[in-house]
Each structure stands twice: as C-alpha cells, then as structure tokens.
C-alpha cells in the first residue's frame, strides 16, 4: 500500500484513503464545439503511459475529497512529489530511474 | 520408557512439565515448550508423512518453517481442521490432535507408493504430456486422479469459526528477525531513542543461538544473552516486541505485512481471542535480519525418513534435548555440519561417521571429532542410501572413485552450506548480486529505506554481525556516530564451505531418485531432463518440473535446482537466472488476511427508514448495491407473479406507496449552480423556472448515457438533485471532478444529501387525494402545482421538499422528508392510503410500471455504449447549448453513423410469452451460424395492465424497423416479436393529470 501526501491536508495518507483518477495535465479543450475528431481523439483517449515519471491525478476522496496532481515513477512506484490541481507540472528531468 | 530418545543432560526445556498430544490417534507425551516435531522424535517418530508424487515416507528435515515435507493435519474440533502445519513450527499443547496427510490407508502402508514404482510415468513434465490425450479420458480418469493427488492435506468443510484481527501500526524500526543481528539492531535502536517493532517467527527470540552453543556475546553464552536482551526489550515503552510472527510481505514504501499467531499453541484458546492477527506496519527504516536456511545434499535416496539437516539434529538436541538417533552419520561439504556431530558425541550419542566430499577439510572442529575418535571420511560422498520407513544404512565411497562401503546408522544428518533468506530483501525490490566465491545471491542495492545485517547480508562471523547490526540499528534510529554501540560477541564455530547442485552418484547419467524438492518430488534428474527438453531460464525449468513450487516455496531447494539448470547448460548460475521471491515467504492463512471483514462485516448493508415496516408488512427484499429494497408485498397466498401483477393494477387503479429512499440525491447550490448543471447535463437548465423540475441526462465526456433523473431547481442558485440508486458516488465524484479541476471557476458547493432525505413515492390517481389530508402551506392543484414541479412545506408537521413526478405514468408525488420522520411520515401516507384502497408496491412492480411507459433504466437498458440518441431522448439534449460534457463525444463518426443499436419496444406474437432479458435478436433465426445478432432485450415483463408481455430491446437501426417481424433465437426455437414503440401504456400520457 503506497503512502500518499495529500498537498491540501499537508499530511502522508495511506493509499487507501485516495483513489486514481488517470493522467493529469490533459486539459478540457475550451472549444469542444469546433475540435475536429483528431484533436478530440488526442484529448481523450490518447494517454502517454510511459515507464518512469508519470504525471497523474488523485483524489483525496476519503479525507478532503480535493483533486490533486502526482508524479510517480513506474518502475520504482515512488512518488516523486505531489502538488495542487492547476499548479504546473514540475520540471523533473533527470528525477526517475 | 516415555520419549526415548529425550536427553536428561540437554536442551532448555522443563522436564517435569509433560505434555499429551495424539498423532494419527496414538497417544503421546513431550515437554511444554516442545514443537509437534521436536515431540514426535523425542518418541523416535521420524516417519510423519507421504511425499506428493510417488509417496515416499518422508520425515522431518528441518526444524523450523522452511519444512518442506513434515506437514501434518492439525485438528482442534470438527470446524477447526488445519491442513498443511508444518510439525516443526506447531507447538504441542495438551490434547493436540495431529493427523499425518497423503496416505491411504495407513501411513506406513500406503497404495499410493505404486505411484513410486511407476514413476517413469511421473517424470518432469508429466502433467504437460502424460494428462493430454484421449480427450475423454480427462472427465473420468485423469482429473479425479489429479484432483485426489493434487494438493496435500484436506481443507475444513466447515466455516472458520475463529476470529482474526488487524491492526495498522508506525515505527521508526522495523526489526525482522531476533537472532542475534535483530536482537542486536534492535537493542541499538531502542538504546538511540527509536520507536522499535522487533519481530520473531519462533515461540521465543534467538534465531540460530538456539543451537549454536559455541557462540558468546556481551560475556554470555548466545542463547542466555538473547534471553537478557529480549527480556530488557520487552519491558521498554518504545519497543514492541512480537514473537510467533512472521515477516511474510514487504510493499511499496516501506511497509511489511506480519502474521502474528495467537492461540495455535494454546490449549483453550477464549472464543473471543483472535487467532492470529495481521501488522500492516509501516517502517521510516527496516532492518532485515532474516538470517540463513541450510541446504541437504543432493544424493541417491536422499529423501528416507531420518535424513534431516544438521543444523535441525543440533536445534533438536541444544534447545529441546532430543537425539534424532543413536548412531548417527553426516553428510557435508561445509564446516557447520560438523559441530552436530561434536555436539551429538559429547551428549553421548555414537556417531557412525563423518562424510565429508571436501578433499581436506581444517579446522578445530576436524581436530575435535578426530580426537573424540569420531570417523571422518574426508574426500568421500555417501552415494545411497537404505531402509524402508527409516534410514538404516548408508553408501559411501571416496569421491576419486573406489570401493563402496555401507556404513550402518538410524540417522544421517546433510549440509550443503547455507542459503542466505533474501527473500523479503528481494520483495523490496533490492536487486541480488551473485557472489561466485561463496556461491550466493546476496543484497545488492537496497530501493527502499532497510538494511540487511547478519547471515541473510551474508555475514559468517558473528563478532562483525553483533558489530554490523548495532551500527545498522544504531543509524536507522537517527543515532550520531559517536555514541555507537559495541557489544564482545565471538563463537568458536564455523559456517564456511558447501556445495551447490547433485553430488555423488546423482551427476549427469545417474538415474537414481536424488531429490531436490522434497516437497513436489522433484530430483536431480528431473531438472536434468527439462534442460534437454529445451528449458533455458530457470523459470521454465522452475514450471516444467515444478520445483520450488510447493508451499515451501523451495526454501532448501531452489539454489539446488539453479546450479543442476546452469551445469547442463553450461552458464554461469546467474545467467540461467533466479526465480522471484514472492510474498508470502510462509503461506499465511485466509483468515489472517480477510481479518474482520466477513461474514455481517464482509459489507454494509444500508436499509431505509421503512425498511422495518417493510419486513413487518411482508415484504420480499431485494439486494440493490448495499441497498435492501422492498421487492414486492405478497399477501397471504401470492406468489411473485400474483403479488406484482396485484401491485401494477392498484397502482394504475387507485394508488401505490413506494419507498424511493434509495434514489442517489445531491445538493448543488451556489450563483453557478445552473451554468454547473448546463455543463453536467445535456439539458438545459438556465431558463428552467424555481419551483420546477426536468427529467436530466448525463453524459461521459464519450458521448454515452451516465445517469439521469429527475432535477428540481428550489431557488436560482439551488438545484435538488437526483440520480440513479447505485450512482449517486460516482455521480458527485464526476461532477467534483469536474469542478475542481476544469470548472474551478464556477462558484458552487456540491453536498451529497442521499442519507438526509427520506423518500416516499406516491403513484396513482388517488395519489393526491391520499396525501392532501397531510400537506401544510403547498397548493396541490394541477393550477398551482403542476406536473414536474416542487414545493417546499410541511407534511404531518415536518418538513418536506415536495416534488410532483412519476415514474409510473400516473399523477404522482414524492415525498422528501428528514430520514429521522421518513418511518412516521410513511406510516400517515399508508393510513390514508388504505382509504383509497392503495397498496404498498415493491421494486419489480416499479419497474414494470416504468418498462409500461417506455422509461429507461440507467445500467439495464444501458451499457455505457448507448447515447441518448439510441435510447430515445434525443429531445432531453439542449439544442442551444455551446458546451457540456459529452456534446462533442456525440458527434463522433460512430456515434452518428447509421446502423447503431437503438432502444424500442417488442411485442411476442404469442402476447403471453414473457422474453429473456438478454435474450439476443436476429432477422431470421434459420440463417447459417454465425447468425448476425441485431440485438439483444434488456427488460421483459408481464405487463398486468396491458395483458400481454412487453420488452425493450437495444436492436441495430431499430428506429426505422416499427412494425418489423424478428425473431428471439432460444433453446425450444424462435420466439416471434413484433418491433414496437417503447411506450406500452397511455401513449399520450394523459393519466399523469388524471
Ligand atoms: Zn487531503
């Protein structure tokens, strides 16, 4: 079981206090009237998936319910650092293994 | 004479404290403190079970839990009958009740010891090849015969009736292991301040001291100094100590799973004591002190009841004062095995020889047995073996080749050298490093935050153990340099030498039965066999022969089986690989981990505030979710059939009182609320008036149907609203989703209001009638309070949200009222409903009454591929909008694509044929297979008050196929339909003013 910082709660959780919630940084297009099927694929169903840093969203749904951002390293499964919905996405380079 | 074989002069154990026990129900005394095993042999029982595959007699061959063939049937009373206990880890108590497993009839004369003779048919592989052809012959000759061989032991057939309990905890220091590394670690921890959990899988703390009598730590011999160092430990505040636990899983960060055992050793356990209990603890730093398990040589016949380890015979002898013989052999290529022999002679029991495959072995313990005038045969290998159900003789020729000599003893003790217990180091996902000088797989580079000390670090000296494992401990409390500890520890005993793979006799043409994995059979030979079968890593090999694969998980065996894979091929060992050590590293019991989670625990179960009226009324109670609903209200002499189709016609004739508590419900307040609710549903919601509701769809971001129901707005900037029973949880998380992260904008708070508010529909053209006497301060007229709206007010002198809406077709209400008054208010509506003559409906009378007006049900006439285009509801989307979620999923080319499957009604030609839900659809059910499916029916009824059945079906381009004949394919032949509207009932939909 991962032990997970909640950034808004300041505080390390156990895993199952929080729950995956896929991708982070994959913005909601605000022209969905006019995206052309291509852009629509990329925003929805195109994920990067990579093995080592990912960038991904949590919820703290069984402690203060907020939405935030994770970067976790897939081949270690160590999280790197949490942080805010809306705060940019970290420059990690050279972080992973 | 009571325990022969028992030692007045040895081990630690209180001879005037005997203990009863049975095994195979004969009668039998050992000493408290004693294991089944250590008990068993203090009797000269040595033969205690039947091997896997060919039934051999097997005995003991360790003392501890890396046994792989002493399993036994623990039974305490008919429900508690535990398989597979390993006798050196049980614990005798008065009246234990063991059983010997995989015998028949009896254990020392058993038919399936043919298996033995035959077992040219049991060769690796055998169940790849042997179990393949005829065909038929797998019902009723291979897989009985299988299934009956397959698995040792018997599993209760009876429900556990003990308790397991769980517990979470936090440590600065985890210490696995209390030999004298742990113990060590531990004490240097706790001395810096540390919060220790120290834990040990043994009755009591001292790991390999327990034997090694040379050993000599802070003055004390090793075994008293343990016993000082646990007894201080014990009694501080910052240490838990926990024995009888086994580390058996380490996970992500740095948190191991234990097993505690509670009350295995214990006469009469109290019914409310658990068990065992599980430790999720979680550890700033672990520090490994697993120590180190003995291999047995690989030699012809290797396997006879008698052949144990050395390390076993000295652990039997030093703690529990038992001689696992009167004249006994040793076979080793190491230095420690030695020491058993020094140890067996001075408690005076004659030793028959000393087989050593080294050419020159040194050493004080080689000068030892040769001035005790022990014969050490150096440079020798004991090449076979004799005796039925115990080992009588062995074989032994000089290793250069020569004469072979039989040499008489009633034990042989084996050491091929020590294997260090990497296995939780290796769970941490530490990589291994292959030491080719000492032939072992060591810790490498540790990932997470632990340190592994002592023998499983590899260490063989026990002042720099002591040394390493109080500087391990000392570090991971956070202590400075300066204040290190040191403790004088030194032993006289040597853990050098050993060997890896078949010895002599047992080398490429050999035939005979040298065994690797004691537990699944699996020989030298075998292993041999799978290589020239064409098997290159060793977890192929692993596979085809199955070493390794038993529930000892080839703790003796593995590094054997590695090292005859890697000679074949002619690789070096760490080429051919090592398997992966997977939790648990002891087979921990369901109980343990399932904990409190079972049986009224295993998941809550949420009941209305009518649900005791319910049950007190009749009512047959269906599960939805967690949910208990009121299915439907027989009366004295109805079955199903009668009590709904009683229910659909009083309802449409008069009224019906349901309970709709279990409807998901969610506040959504704020000056945003209605630009949030034009974003979450299709429908638009800015120009719909206070006091007003609106049927709402919601949509995936992909264009297909969510949830729906029904939405009141009560104010401009608050929405009452409701979703389907099982979705109101991930309703709200959609949407929280959505507000958090791409609307944070929007000013509105999002309250789940499912528990606060009791719901009592109220169906039928009675039903206004039956709750007017009740209402304060709401005008019920058509006028005033119109079809789809809601008003707030009082009911029986409550509060109430009183909303107008049917799922039925007829005039209806609901009834929102504080869950505390849902009961009281029930009880007033079902008092005036008697009246009118109205009744209480259940769950299959709602739906049937909804499937009569074509209304659908999210998850049953969907499926997560269906938009509100296919389901009929193209009007519910807001032409006008610019956005919501799922609007340009919609317009995805397959989602607009001619063809789709679509929602419409079937009516069978015969109209008392009721369809299977499920059922597929075809256009004609005598085309060739594969007939094309066009669909498939997702609700079918009798419908009471069309008197005929009815069905909604998905079916491909269904829209355009009103009035088509198709056909429901079934087992008895077609079933004829006509393709309908989805409305049954009151097309027009007048009945819900009427
Ligand atoms: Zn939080």
């Known amino acids: 079981m991962l032990l997970i910082h909640c950034p808004y709660c300041e505080e390390g959780r156990p895993e199952l206090e929080f729950r995956h919630a896929g991708e982070a940084h994959i913005a909601r297009p605000e022209n969905m009237a006019e995206l052309s099927d291509e852009d629509f694929e990329r925003f929805f169903f195109i994920r990067s998936n990579p093995k080592g840093i990912v960038y991904e969203r949590w919820r703290h749904i069984h402690g203060c319910a907020r939405f935030f951002n994770a970067a976790r390293d897939t081949v270690s499964d160590r999280f790197l650092t949490t942080y805010k919905a809306g705060e940019p996405k970290p420059d990690l380079d050279g972080e992973g293994k | 004479m009571a325990q022969p074989f028992r030692i007045a002069t040895a081990g630690r154990l209180g001879k005037a404290d005997p203990v009863r026990f049975t095994f195979d129900g004969k009668s039998f005394e050992g000493l408290h403190g004693d294991t089944l095993a250590s008990a068993l042999l203090a009797n000269g029982v040595h033969l205690v079970g039947r091997s896997f595959k060919y039934h051999r007699p097997r005995g003991m061959v360790s003392a501890g839990a890396e046994e792989p063939n002493a399993l036994v049937g623990v039974h305490r009373d008919a429900a508690r009958r535990a398989p597979n206990v390993r006798a050196t880890v049980q614990e005798i108590h008065e009246g234990l009740n063991a059983v010997s497993q995989n015998r028949w009839p009896s254990l020392s004369f058993d038919v399936g010891a043919l298996n033995d003779l035959a077992s040219p048919f049991f060769s690796a592989g055998f169940y790849y090849k042997t179990f393949m052809w005829p065909k038929a012959a797998w019902e009723r000759v291979y897989e009985p015969f299988i299934r009956r061989a397959a698995g040792l032991g018997e599993a209760p057939d009876r429900p556990d009736p003990d308790c397991y309990a769980n517990r979470f905890a936090h440590c600065d220091v985890l210490v696995i292991g209390g030999g004298a590394a742990g113990l060590s670690a531990a004490l240097a921890a706790a001395n810096a301040g540390a919060r220790v959990i120290l834990a040990d899988e043994q009755a009591e703390t001292g790991g390999a001291l327990r034997y090694e009598t040379g050993a000599m730590i802070d003055g004390m011999p090793g075994w008293n100094w343990a016993q000082a160092v646990t007894a201080d430990l014990a009694a501080r505040d910052n240490v838990r100590l926990l024995t009888r636990t086994t580390g058996f899983g380490y996970y992500a960060q740095n948190m191991v799973g234990l097993v505690e055992r509670l009350t295995d050793h214990l006469v009469s356990p109290a019914t409310d004591q658990p068990r065992e209990r599980l430790w999720q603890v979680r550890a700033k730093r672990v520090v490994l002190a697993t120590g180190a398990i003995e291999r047995h040589m690989v030699f012809p016949d290797n396997d006879r009841p008698g052949i144990m380890l050395a390390s076993a015979a000295r652990t039997y002898l030093n703690h529990f004062g038992v001689t696992v013989g009167r004249n006994v052999a040793i076979y080793t290529a190491g230095d420690s095995a030695w020491q058993a022999a020094l140890d067996l002679k001075r408690s005076g029991v004659s030793i028959a020889a000393i087989v050593d495959c080294r050419p020159d072995p040194q050493g004080p313990h080689v000068e030892e047995a040769r001035r005790l005038g022990i014969e050490c045969l150096t440079g020798h290998a004991v090449t076979g073996t004799g005796g039925r159900l115990r080992v009588s003789s062995i074989k032994v020729r000089p290793v250069s080749g020569g004469a072979e000599r039989t040499i008489a003893c009633d034990a042989l003790l084996t050491s091929s050298g020590w294997t260090p217990a990497v296995h939780l180091f290796s769970q941490s996902r530490g990589k291994l490093a292959f030491d080719a000088e000492t032939q072992r797989f060591l810790p490498g580079n540790a990932v997470q935050e632990l340190v592994s000390v002592g023998a499983c670090a590899g260490n063989i000296d026990l002042g720099e153990t002591v040394a390493e494992a109080l500087k391990a401990g000392h570090e991971a409390a956070g202590g400075v340099a300066r204040k290190l500890p040191k403790l004088a520890a030194d032993s006289t005993e040597r853990w050098s030498g050993g060997m890896l793979g078949a010895g002599e006799g047992a080398g490429a043409e050999s035939t005979a039965k040298a065994f690797v994995d004691f537990q699944n059979d699996v020989t030298a030979k075998d292993i041999r066999q799978a290589v020239r079968e064409g098997m290159r890593s060793i977890e192929h090999v692993k596979r085809f022969t199955t070493t390794g694969m038993a529930t000892d998980q080839g703790k003796t065996s593995n590094m054997h089986g590695l090292a005859i894979a890697a000679e074949m091929l002619d690789r070096p060992i ?313 609007m340009r999923g919609l317009a995805r080319p397959d989602l607009v694509a001619p063809g789709r499957k679509q929602l419409v009604g079937l009516r069978t030609r015969d109209p008392k044929t009721v369809l299977e839900e499920g059922a597929q659809i075809v256009a004609d059910p005598d085309a060739p297979v594969p007939v094309p499916m066009l669909g498939h029916v997702t609700s079918s009824y009798w419908s009471e008050n069309c008197g005929h059945s009815i069905a909604l079906a998905l079916v491909a381009g269904g829209h355009e196929r009103m009035g088509e004949t198709l056909y429901v394919p079934m087992p008895e032949g077609a079933i004829t339909v006509e393709v309908t509207s989805t409305v049954f009932f009151d097309e027009k939909g007048a009945r819900t003013n009427g």
């Open chain 2, 574 to 886: 760490p080429e051919v690989g090592l398997t992966t050590f997977r939790a648990p590293y002891t087979p921990v019991t369901f109980g343990a981990l399932v904990g409190h989670g079972k049986g009224r625990l295993f998941e809550p179960v949420r009941r209305t505030p009518m649900h005791d009226w319910a049950e007190a009324h009749g009512a047959v109670f269906e599960d939805v979710g967690q949910w208990k609903r009121a299915w439907y209200f027989p009366q004295a002499g109805e079955d199903m059939h009668a009590a709904v189709a009683r229910e659909c016609r009083t309802v449409r004739q008069s009224a019906g009182i349901f309970d709709a508590t279990t409807l998901g419900k969610i506040e959504v307040v704020g000056p945003d609320a209605a630009r949030f609710m034009e974003l979450m549903y299709t429908n638009p919601w800015q120009k719909l008036g206070v006091g007003r509701c609106r049927y709402g769809v919601m949509l995936r971001e992909d264009g297909f149907i969510y949830d729906d129901g029904v939405v009141g707005r009560l104010a401009e900037d608050r929405f009452h609203v409701t979703t389907t029973t099982g979705g109101a949880p991930r309703v709200l998380n959609h949407m929280e989703d959505y507000l958090q992260t791409e609307f944070p904008d929007l000013k509105v708070y999002l309250t789940s209001t499912s528990e606060q508010w009791a719901v009592i529909a109220v169906q039928g053209p009675k039903s206004r009638d039956i709750i007017a006497p009740l209402v304060e301060g709401i005008d019920l007229s058509d006028d005033a309070m119109p079809h789809m709206s809601v008003r707030e007010g009082m009911i029986c002198g409550v509060p109430t949200r009183l909303f107008r809406m049917s799922f039925t077709g007829e005039r209806g209400f609901e009834i929102n009222v504080p869950a505390d008054y849902g009961r009281a208010v029930w009880e007033a509506v079902w008092a005036e409903g008697e009246k009118h003559g109205a009744c209480a409906y259940g769950t299959e009378t709602m739906h049937v009454l909804r499937a009569e007006k074509g209304f659908i049900i999210v998850g049953q006439e969907t499926d997560g591929t269906v938009t509100p285009h296919d389901a009929g509801l193209s009007w519910a989307i807001g032409k006008k909008k610019t956005d919501f979620v799922g």
